[in-house]
Structures are given as structure tokens and as C-alpha cells.
């Protein structure tokens, strides 16, 4: 079989990264957006290893009960994978299994590795004060965006460096989130990388800011955002959200 063909797998197990583990006659074949339980078509992406493929799932041919729909719409099993962002693997899955899931992760690496037997709790984020949102969002305080050549800002599809512009950011917290936006209101492609010095452009004057810099250009050129700043490079780049004392 050859990169691009389609099979269909029942998938058995989880490993690291958020992939899951089907066998096609007798080889291992990790497979995205899926989990234990379900039967999916999946496309082949990379058959050059003799111990294991790789693969995307296009659809779900029998659903695991504790599939949802995805928390993060851009990442859902119905979008084309060349467009389906990463960074939330989980997204498909009921809260209490997810955890389930890692839990099991965790205690099957300490058993293979390290030939240890340890109880293993996966507890939700936030605390009595600040309690986890019913679906799992709004909790993380650091994004990765990227700026194509074109200018587009947005986060990665999965396993790969084509930058997808998404509409919102579900898993962010509110002023991640709205800084994102403003990175991606004020990214601007070509050849100004090759600025010495930082030209700051504030996107708002309220609240969490977003500030765009040029930058000198190196090998891999990347950004970094925060929610109160955003050091943004043209052209290729990355961004980094997270929330800063102001």
C-alpha cells in the first residue's frame, strides 16, 4: 500500500502525542482523530517504516460512545485534514474519558519503561474558585499561531506547516484569545523581516494588546504573541499567546 489509499481500522489503543493505535494485517498504524473503540476510514500519510504507519481518519464508520462533537469546529472529522487544524486531539472525546485516556497513557508507559506499577490521577484543570468549563475550554493561557507568506494567521493542520486561519480559538482564555485576534488583524507578509528595528504597531489601546514588530529575519522565522503584547515577524512565522502582568 502506498501514501494516499484508503483502509479501514478498528482502533484498540492510545500512544503518545495524541494518536491512536490500529492494526492493519498485522502492522501498527497510528491514526489521528479517532479513539479506542471506533471503527474508521482512514487515509495512509506515511508507509515508509516497516514497523508502523501512519494515518489520518476522514470518517467514522462506528462511533465510540463517547465521541462529540469537536469542542474546536475548524478540528472537526468532517473538515478536509489538509485543513483541520491541530492542537486538540482530544477535542472529539467526553471530558471524563479524556482523561480516562491519558490516565492509561501514563500507566502504560510506567509499566513498559519503567516496569512500575503507580496509580495515576488526571484531575481537571482550575480550582474551587475557577472551576473547568463544562466542555473543557477557555483554560489555556499560552497559543501557537503561524503567519504564512501570504500573510494568513492561524494555527498549523495538523502535521504540517500549512497555516489554516481559524475563525476562533475555543481552548484559549478570553484574553488569549482576543489578542490572537488582534495579532491576526495586524499580520503583514514580505519582505519587511528584513527591518533591524522593531517597528511597534498597537492594535488596541484597552484591555489585552496585541503589538506587531518586524524583525531581522533568521533561518526559521518566527513570532511570539502575548495577551497584553505580540512580537510579530512578516512573512513566515509563529506566535506565542500567552498572558503577561500588565
Known amino acids: ?3 494516499g489509499d484508503l483502509i479501514e481500522l478498528d482502533i484498540t489503543g492510545i500512544a503518545h502525542g495524541g494518536v491512536f493505535v490500529g492494526r492493519h494485517e498485522g502492522r ?17 500519510t506515511d508507509t515508509r517504516k516497516k514497523a508502523f504507519w501512519r494515518a489520518e481518519a476522514v470518517e467514522v464508520v462506528d462511533a465510540a460512545p463517547q465521541r462529540r462533537p469537536h469542542v474546536w469546529r475548524s478540528a472537526d472529522i468532517d473538515v478536509d485534514p489538509a485543513e483541520r487544524v491541530g492542537g486538540a486531539e482530544f477535542g472529539h472525546i467526553d471530558l471524563a474519558h479524556q482523561r480516562a485516556l491519558k490516565e492509561r497513557v ?4 510506567m509499566e513498559r519503561v519503567g516496569r512500575l506499577e503507580l496509580p495515576v490521577d488526571v484531575r481537571p484543570a482550575g480550582d474551587a474558585d475557577h472551576p473547568e468549563s463544562v466542555d473543557g475550554t477557555g483554560w489555556r493561557t499560552r497559543v501557537s499561531l503561524h503567519v504564512d ?45 528584513s527591518s533591524s528595528r522593531p517597528t511597534d504597531a498597537c492594535a ?14 533568521r533561518s ?7 495577551a497584553s503584547s505580540a512580537s510579530m515577524r512578516a512573512g513566515s512565522g509563529r506566535c506565542t499567546a500567552s498572558p503577561r502582568p500588565r
Do not use: K, N, Q
Open 28 to 44: 501498527v498504524v497510528f491514526v489521528s482523530d479517532t479513539m479506542p473503540g471506533e471503527r474508521v476510514r482512514a487515509r495512509l
Open 149 to 193: 507568506d501570504r500573510g494568513r494567521v492561524g494555527a498549523y493542520a495538523a502535521r504540517s506547516h500549512h497555516v489554516v486561519e481559524t475563525p476562533d480559538f475555543p481552548l484559549a482564555t478570553e484574553a488569549v484569545a482576543h489578542a490572537a485576534a488582534e495579532v491576526r488583524g495586524g499580520a503583514r507578509p514580505g519582505a519587511s523581516t
Open 204 to 217: 488596541s489601546c484597552r484591555g489585552p494588546r496585541a503589538i506587531a514588530r518586524p524583525l531581522p529575519p
Open 106 to 109: 501514563i500507566r502504560e508507559a
Open 1 to 3: 500500500m502506498h501514501d
Open 220 to 226: 526559521s522565522t518566527r513570532s511570539s504573541v502575548s
